[in-house]
């Protein structure tokens, strides 16, 4: 029935320790049972027995037990019946008022993985449930059964209660395991080095202010770190509503908050790794325009996009902005940037601008926004999936959870997936040969002078020969960061998948979801094979080019023949490219990146299965 109405809560009545055998957990898990007892009483009237068989057991024990305590003598009275002068009677007898002032409220249990997690509320107020697993005083027993306030075994821990010690070693770990990894990846520098730049203001009054902002962040940190148990309760307190919402528990099977803990995680992966992915594509980027000595043409080239930005039209910014493709050539093309041919500086205007930051949030906003739409259409089609929410809190922070986990997961992929989009247009543009603007004229060279000379004195080489290798030098450094940044969406859909393992509660996995997250890794995983397609159809075309350009130089003789072996060389050492996209599919990163969702699938069966048969 579970299976079918995934929706539903199950309950009955009376616990039973055969709802909580191994065998019977696939479809008792979850069931919810309200029971007078549970399998066991109270520590002092449970003594060594060992849990009964089902709630009725539990009931006869007990009443056996207050049978026993009623028939016992009154120590004041004598061999006659009659009452000791003198003597204090200490009445022992337990009436009805007693036994329902015990029952006054019925148990609640669920069925979990590892027994019946008891929600009942805890002993009277005033003992300590917390502290100890006994709230009765010692004089309570089976012969004492009237000095007994709480004849129930304590409730299930609503979350794990650690030690004050543990909590504050913990926190301290935390925050230093925290600065170490600041340290490490330099953002801490970086954090310093921008508060100090926004600081206008003596050099020394900078480090004061700092000096100042450290001290202040360590009481913070200090104080945060002491109030760790109180704060720790109050916030588990908070998220489990005192009992009346869902517990916090790792193993037991019936908790959401290990699920909204990992969604957390990749919410805040998401967000690092877009900014991760976006410093690696612009460090890369200078990188390469100091590798090919064209700085200064770059400042030009962005003067220049910004100039035409400006003359647009609304309707033209957002089309330049949303569009993938490198316009073929321009209409006017722009002759006053010195050293580079005006069809040239066309194609590398479109690449800056389309590459901006501004034109890459455009398009990859507008594509997370139709992915999530139409998601949202098939789940409302084939229907959403189920959350085992309990209580208000719960209810609202998983809503709120999982719609930003999903769309900063959103953001990631398409980030990823605009990268690596615009790199295949790029490579593709840079395959054709570019013409001048004047009929009849003759091939021009997609790199500025200073490049050309370069590699001409670098190779000994005419630069009429190396447009197209220059070309395949800047594919393979430019996606040997694109390629990667595939890794980055897998983990954090590996990630969710692995938030909604029954492991931690009874998640279902819908086909409309199914789809969905498929439909993800196949756009991620298509964008890398057509990368690594069109880097090779560039080899391609350039050993095809440059085999013919041999050939000729071949049969002309003389001096030609010498370049000619040169172009065999640069022939021999582009078929050996093994960088970025043009690594093996063996080597790409997709076919690792994809081990993550199919291991997490795998993994979470593997866990539940284990989990189930109790190893």
Not at 303 to 318: H, L, M, P, Q, S
Request: overall charge positive; charged content about 20%; proline content about 5%.
């Amino acid at each position: 029935m579970n299976k079918h109405f995934p929706e539903a809560i199950f309950f009955t009545t009376d616990l039973d320790a055969r709802l909580l055998h191994p065998k019977e957990i696939d479809w008792t898990r979850n069931l919810v049972i309200a029971s007078s007892y549970g399998l066991k009483l109270s520590p002092r009237l449970q003594l060594e027995i060992a849990p009964f068989r089902d709630s009725y057991e539990t009931s006869l024990y007990l009443s056996t037990m207050i049978a026993m305590n009623n028939a016992q003598p009154d120590v004041c009275a004598d061999s006659k019946g009659q009452p000791t002068v003198g003597c204090v009677s200490d009445p022992k007898s337990i009436d009805q008022a007693t036994i329902d002032q015990w029952l006054r409220q019925p148990r609640v249990f669920e069925v979990g993985r590892h027994g019946a997690f008891d929600f009942s509320k805890g002993p009277p107020k005033g003992a300590d449930a917390i502290a100890s697993a006994e709230v009765n005083p010692p004089e309570c027993g089976s012969r004492e059964l009237s000095k007994c306030r709480y004849i129930h075994a304590l409730p299930s821990p609503l979350f794990p209660h650690l030690r004050n010690v543990t909590l504050w070693l913990a926190t301290a770990l935390l925050f230093v395991g925290a600065l170490a990894l600041m340290i490490v990846t330099g953002h801490g520098h970086r954090v310093v080095a921008a508060i100090h730049s926004r600081i206008a203001a003596h050099h020394s009054v900078r480090q004061n202010l700092t000096r100042a902002a450290i001290v202040l962040l360590a009481i913070a940190l200090a104080i945060v770190v002491f109030k760790a148990p109180a704060l720790w309760a109050g916030v588990l307190g908070f998220l489990t509503q005192n009992g009346d919402g869902v517990p916090f528990t790792f193993t037991e099977g019936i908790s959401l908050w290990p699920t909204e803990l990992i969604r957390l995680i990749a919410l805040f992966a998401s967000c690092y790794f877009i900014y991760t992915g976006w410093r690696s594509l612009t460090r890369n980027a200078k990188l390469i325009s100091g590798k090919f000595m064209w700085q200064t043409e770059e400042e030009a080239l962005r003067v220049e996009a910004e100039a035409r930005y400006k003359k647009w039209t609304g309707a033209e910014k957002i089309w330049h902005a949303l569009s993938f493709r490198f316009p073929a050539q321009s209409k006017k093309g722009s002759g006053e940037l010195e050293g580079m041919e005006p069809a040239a500086a066309d194609f590398w205007v479109e690449y800056i601008y389309r590459g901006r930051f501004r034109s890459r949030i455009v398009r990859v906003a507008v594509l997370t926004a139709l992915y999530f739409m139409s998601g949202a259409v098939l789940m409302s089609i084939l229907g959403w999936p189920v959350s085992p929410t309990r209580g208000t809190v719960s209810y609202w922070l998983d809503k709120a959870l999982i719609m930003l986990a999903v769309f900063a997961m959103l953001l990631l992929i398409f980030f990823v997936v605009d990268a690596t989009v615009f790199a295949c247009q790029m490579v593709l543009r840079l395959q054709a040969p570019l013409r001048n603007s004047t009929p009849g004229g003759g091939a021009v060279w997609r790199w500025p002078t200073s490049t050309l000379s370069r590699y001409e004195q670098e190779l000994n080489i005419h630069f009429r020969h190396l447009d197209q290798w220059i070309g395949l030098r800047f594919i393979a450094e430019r996606t040997s960061v694109v390629a990667p940044l595939i890794y980055y969406p897998f983990i954090v859909i590996s990630l969710m998948i692995v938030s909604r393992s029954a492991v931690f509660a009874n998640w279902n996995m819908p086909i409309g979801l199914i789809l969905v997250i498929s439909g993800s890794v196949i756009i991620v995983s298509g964008c890398a094979i057509w990368l690594r397609v069109c880097a090779e159809s560039a080899r391609k075309k350039a050993i095809e080019d440059l085999t013919l350009e041999t050939i000729r130089l071949n049969s002309a003789g003389g001096d030609d023949k010498q370049t000619a072996e040169q172009l065999e060389i640069m022939i021999a050492e582009i078929r050996g490219l093994r960088a970025g996209a043009f690594a093996p599919y063996s080597q790409q990163p997709f076919l690792t990146a994809l081990l993550f969702p199919l291991g997490s699938f795998g993994g979470t069966a593997l866990v539940e299965y284990l989990t189930m048969a109790n190893l």
